[in-house]
């Protein structure tokens, strides 16, 4: 048979070192399989980043002080501030910014006091106002940057044409990459974004 006339210890190590490749193909095995899962899980936790973002796009659409355009689609909306005078500040609105095919809109959102006793707040309401719009093809560039002590905090930097309601304005993001919103505002600009579209441009609206 299968290792006539070898001596009992030449036997029992190549048996080792079969049972060592088994093993070691198992380990390989287990490694691919691990990969696969953690490769398909990022995958989901990826779409499921994406949809939540598409869903709070669509409730704070729906939920707007505005009118869209007819025609008018909605791109991306996400938690901001605008820090008017540049700089940020505690009375600095904070709301809702809106990408629509057409248009960047902010929509202030946003709880404020309206009463306080000793300094403790006791009264609020909902101040949901209209702040700025302005035609995406006013938007002579956008930059995106990180600021804050860990460069952890998403900013956009906005120069628009002249006549526009500001030359230049500071968007804080809250939630969001602000280099995502650099390249949807460039392919919006482009026309690149209607390679994306679900449904045709109603073309009489």
Known sequence: GLGAGLPNATLVKNAQNDLDNFESRISSAERAIREMFDDLKTEVD????QLDKVEFT?????????????GESVVMGVKATWTRDGK????DPEGILFLTDQRLIFE???????KKVLFVTTARELVQKLQFEVPVVSI???KATKQGMFKNEDWLELILATGSFARETRMHL?????????????RV???E?????????????
Do not use: C, H, Y
């Open 46 to 49: 990826k779409l499921t980043q």
């Open 58 to 70: 669509l409730d704070n659409a729906d939920a707007a002080s505005f009118g869209f355009l007819p």
């Open 88 to 91: 940020d500040d505690k009375d």
């Open 108 to 114: 202030q959102k946003q709880e404020v006091a309206t």
């Open 140 to 142: 002579e560039s956008v």
């Open 174 to 186: 809250d939630g969001q990459d602000s280099m995502d919103w650099q390249k949807w505002i460039n």
């Open 189 to 191: 600009k482009s026309r």
């Open 193 to 205: 974004i209607d390679a994306d579209r679900a449904f045709a441009v109603d073309q009489a609206a």
